[in-house]
């Protein structure tokens, strides 16, 4: 497939949202831009913002919320548009 992966930039732990209250950054169908933030990854109790690089349409998330993740680890998968 064509599908181009969303991968984390470093090692820490993953989350879909902002906060626990409120909706997931994207969901699976969501269309994205290179500036679209995506989840943050929480390391050293710093929050990064983690954004899409790329123009495209979400269609998996890869990742179970507040796991954690490896450096380079595929976070989520685009279909290019």
């Known amino acids: 497939s064509n599908e181009i ?3 984390s930039p470093m090692i ?3 989350f879909r949202a902002p906060s626990p209250e409120s909706g997931s950054y994207v969901e699976v169908g969501a269309e994205v831009n290179a500036d679209t933030v995506v989840c ?3 390391a050293m109790k710093v929050m990064n913002e983690i954004k899409a690089e790329v123009n ?3 269609t998996q998330v890869l990742v179970e919320n507040a796991k954690p993740v490896e450096f380079g680890q595929p ?5 290019p548009v």
């Open 5 to 7: 992966e969303v991968k």
């Open 56 to 58: 495209g349409v979400i």
């Open 75 to 79: 976070l989520f998968k685009v279909r």
């Open 12 to 14: 820490g732990t993953f």
């Open 40 to 42: 943050i990854i929480e």
